[in-house]
T-cell receptor
Framework: GIQVEQSPPDLILQEGANSTLRCNFS?????LQWFHQNPWGQLINLFY???GTKQNGRLSATTVATERYSLLYISSSQTTDSGVYFC??????????FGKGTTLSVSS | EPEVTQTPSHQVTQMGQEVILRCVPI?????FYWYRQILGQKVEFLVS????????KSEIFDDQFSVERPDGSNFTLKIRSTKLEDSAMYFC??????????????FGPGTRLTVT
């Protein structure tokens, strides 16, 4: 099955800094989603992005399907951006395979 | 915007007891999933369900677990004879059928299960 690797595992930033989180996947996918897990443990869906680029406010994501990676960009980070960011991928509607996540800590 | 709901938000049970976790998927979705996340670990797939039967399951989903769609709106996960290691956050997800547009899965807020 697909393997999903995320990097870096941990990221520490000052408020206002920009960051890039990376997700590599081992095979072609039909689904690629980015999530933010909040302090209550809820998975907040950030992007559904099997290919191309999307933007939502300070966040944007790019997936290069042919090279099997996706990037999540966070600009002008805020303390509320802290938490764990997960990438998950699947083929043709099968189970999502999650990466181990990137833990982001933003300090003021 | 339609959303997946789960109840209860937190369940505490004693080892050996049975628990039922409930989910209400988005109304026009036809594929349903359960995932779990042990504290501090990544999210793991348990089972998928379509057309009233299991379509895919992981190694974790053994005879201790079962799923059911008892009516047109609910989707349940039953865990028989709970063990300490079943303590985790359980997420339900749903998606539309493949219609040439999307495979996006929509997640509920989760049920935190604590087995004592």
């Amino acid at each position: 099955g697909i393997q999903v690797e995320q990097s870096p595992p941990d990221l520490i930033l000052q408020e206002g800094a920009n960051s890039t989180l990376r997700c590599n996947f081992s095979d072609s996918v039909n689904n690629l989603q980015w999530f933010h897990q909040n302090p209550w443990g809820q998975l907040i869906n950030l992007f559904y992005i099997p290919s191309g680029t999307k933007q939502n406010g300070r966040l944007s994501a790019t997936t290069v399907a042919t090279e099997r990676y996706s990037l999540l960009y966070i600009s002008s980070s805020q303390t509320t951006d802290s938490g764990v960011y997960f990438c998950a991928a699947s083929q043709a509607g099968t189970a999502l395979i999650f990466g181990k996540g990137t833990t982001l800590s933003v300090s003021s | 915007e339609p959303e997946v709901t789960q109840t209860p938000s937190h369940q505490v049970t004693q080892m050996g007891q049975e628990v039922i976790l409930r989910c209400v998927p988005i109304s026009n979705h036809l594929y349903f999933y359960w995932y779990r996340q042990i504290l501090g670990q990544k999210v793991e797939f348990l089972v998928s369900f379509y057309n009233n039967e299991i379509s895919e399951k992981s190694e974790i989903f053994d005879d201790q677990f079962s799923v059911e769609r008892p009516d047109g709106s609910n989707f349940t996960l039953k865990i028989r004879s709970t063990k300490l290691e079943d303590s985790a956050m359980y997420f339900c997800a749903s998606r539309l059928p493949r219609d040439g547009k999307t495979y996006e899965q929509y997640f509920g807020p989760g049920t935190r299960l604590t087995v004592t």
